[in-house]
C-alpha cells in the first residue's frame, strides 16, 4: 500500500457538534443518499428544511443502544446508503444510562456493579461502573459505524450537543476559564469520542451583516474555544445558509486541488 492511494475527500467520518437549533442535522442530510438513525426524535425540521427542495431520505427511529446496534450489525454485511446519520450521541448516551437503570435499578450517579448485559452477539459489557459502561457501549457502536464505513466506503456522521462549562474563579489570579465539551452522560465519554472521527466540526449561526437573515456556519478547525478539526483541505469557515454543505465542501476541495 502505499499513501498516495489516499483520497481526502472520500469517506467522510465525522463528528457534528454544536447547539441546538444550528443545523447539525439539516446539514447532514445534504449528504448524498441519507440513512438517519433517529434517536433524538426531531426530524420535523429537516423534513421542514428538505421537503420543499424535493429531498426525502430514510430513516429509522431508535429508543434503545441495543436496537441501534444490532441495526448496524445488519449494515456489515449490507448497507444500501451512501450517508450513514446517528442522531445524535448526547441523547444516545442518556438512554445508555436509562438500559442500565431500569435492568438493575442502579443510580445515575455510577454506583459500581459487575452485572454485566449483552450489547450484540458474542459480546458482553459492563452495565455501568462510574460511566466506563457508557463509554464501552459508545465505542463498540463507533467501532461497528468504522467498521461499515470502511467495508463499503461510505459516509458516517455522528451530531451531538455542546456544554458550555465556566470554572471557578482561579484564588490568585481571579480568572476563569469557559470550555465547550460534546455533551454526554460522563466526561470521559465526551473526552474520547472526538478521537475516533477524521472531522470534528462545530456549528454555530451569526448575525447577519447586511439586514437578513441568521447565517449559518461551519467550523473545520479550532478557532477560541470552539474546537475543531479537519483531514480536508476546506476553508476554517463554511456559510451554509439556505445552501447543501456537502455541495459547499465538495466544491472547496475541487478549488484546492485545482
Same mark, same amino acid.
Given at each position: 500500500m502505499n499513501t498516495k492511494e489516499i483520497n481526502l475527500d472520500e469517506r467522510i467520518f465525522a463528528l457534528f457538534k454544536g447547539d441546538p437549533g444550528s443545523g447539525k442535522s439539516i446539514a447532514a442530510a445534504s449528504f448524498p443518499e441519507p440513512y438517519f438513525m433517529d434517536i433524538d426524535a426531531r426530524l420535523k425540521s429537516v423534513v421542514n428544511y428538505w421537503r420543499p427542495r424535493g429531498r426525502e431520505f430514510e430513516y429509522d427511529r431508535f429508543t434503545t443502544p441495543l436496537k441501534l446496534n444490532q441495526k448496524l450489525e445488519e449494515f456489515q454485511a449490507h448497507c444500501p446508503y451512501k450517508t450513514?446519520?446517528?442522531?445524535?450521541l448526547t441523547t444516545l448516551s442518556r438512554s445508555i444510562f436509562q438500559v442500565a437503570k431500569s435492568m438493575r435499578g442502579v443510580s445515575l450517579e455510577?454506583?459500581?456493579?459487575?452485572? =454485566?448485559?449483552?450489547?450484540?452477539?458474542? %459480546?458482553?459489557?459492563? &452495565? /455501568?461502573?462510574?460511566? &466506563?459502561g457508557e463509554v464501552e457501549w459508545i465505542q463498540t457502536i463507533l467501532n461497528n459505524l468504522k467498521v461499515i464505513s470502511l467495508s463499503h466506503n461510505i459516509?458516517?456522521? %455522528? #451530531?451531538?450537543h455542546i456544554i458550555?462549562?465556566?470554572?471557578?474563579? *482561579?484564588?490568585?489570579?481571579?480568572? #476563569?476559564s469557559i470550555s465547550r465539551n460534546i455533551l454526554t452522560a460522563g466526561k470521559k465519554?465526551?473526552?474520547?469520542?472526538?478521537? *475516533? +472521527?477524521?472531522?470534528?466540526?462545530h456549528f454555530d449561526v451569526q448575525p447577519s451583516y447586511d439586514g437578513g437573515g441568521p447565517r449559518y456556519t461551519v467550523i473545520t478547525k479550532n478557532t477560541?474555544? *470552539?474546537?475543531? =478539526?479537519?483531514? %480536508?483541505?476546506?476553508? /476554517?469557515r463554511?456559510? +451554509?445558509?439556505?445552501d447543501s454543505l456537502y455541495d459547499k465542501v465538495m466544491e472547496s476541495v475541487r478549488e484546492a486541488n485545482k
Amino acid at each position: 500500500m502505499n499513501t498516495k492511494e489516499i483520497n481526502l475527500d472520500e469517506r467522510i467520518f465525522a463528528l457534528f457538534k454544536g447547539d441546538p437549533g444550528s443545523g447539525k442535522s439539516i446539514a447532514a442530510a445534504s449528504f448524498p443518499e441519507p440513512y438517519f438513525m433517529d434517536i433524538d426524535a426531531r426530524l420535523k425540521s429537516v423534513v421542514n428544511y428538505w421537503r420543499p427542495r424535493g429531498r426525502e431520505f430514510e430513516y429509522d427511529r431508535f429508543t434503545t443502544p441495543l436496537k441501534l446496534n444490532q441495526k448496524l450489525e445488519e449494515f456489515q454485511a449490507h448497507c444500501p446508503y451512501k450517508t450513514i446519520i446517528v442522531d445524535g450521541l448526547t441523547t444516545l448516551s442518556r438512554s445508555i444510562f436509562q438500559v442500565a437503570k431500569s435492568m438493575r435499578g442502579v443510580s445515575l450517579e455510577g454506583e459500581k456493579t459487575k452485572t =454485566k448485559v449483552r450489547l450484540s452477539a458474542g %459480546m458482553e459489557l459492563k &452495565q /455501568i461502573d462510574d460511566y &466506563q459502561g457508557e463509554v464501552e457501549w459508545i465505542q463498540t457502536i463507533l467501532n461497528n459505524l468504522k467498521v461499515i464505513s470502511l467495508s463499503h466506503n461510505i459516509n458516517v456522521i %455522528m #451530531t451531538a450537543h455542546i456544554i458550555t462549562i465556566e470554572s471557578s474563579p *482561579d484564588i490568585k489570579t481571579g480568572n #476563569t476559564s469557559i470550555s465547550r465539551n460534546i455533551l454526554t452522560a460522563g466526561k470521559k465519554a465526551a473526552a474520547e469520542v472526538p478521537v *475516533d +472521527f477524521d472531522e470534528a466540526w462545530h456549528f454555530d449561526v451569526q448575525p447577519s451583516y447586511d439586514g437578513g437573515g441568521p447565517r449559518y456556519t461551519v467550523i473545520t478547525k479550532n478557532t477560541g474555544w *470552539d474546537w475543531a =478539526k479537519t483531514a %480536508m483541505n476546506i476553508p /476554517i469557515r463554511i456559510d +451554509f445558509t439556505n445552501d447543501s454543505l456537502y455541495d459547499k465542501v465538495m466544491e472547496s476541495v475541487r478549488e484546492a486541488n485545482k
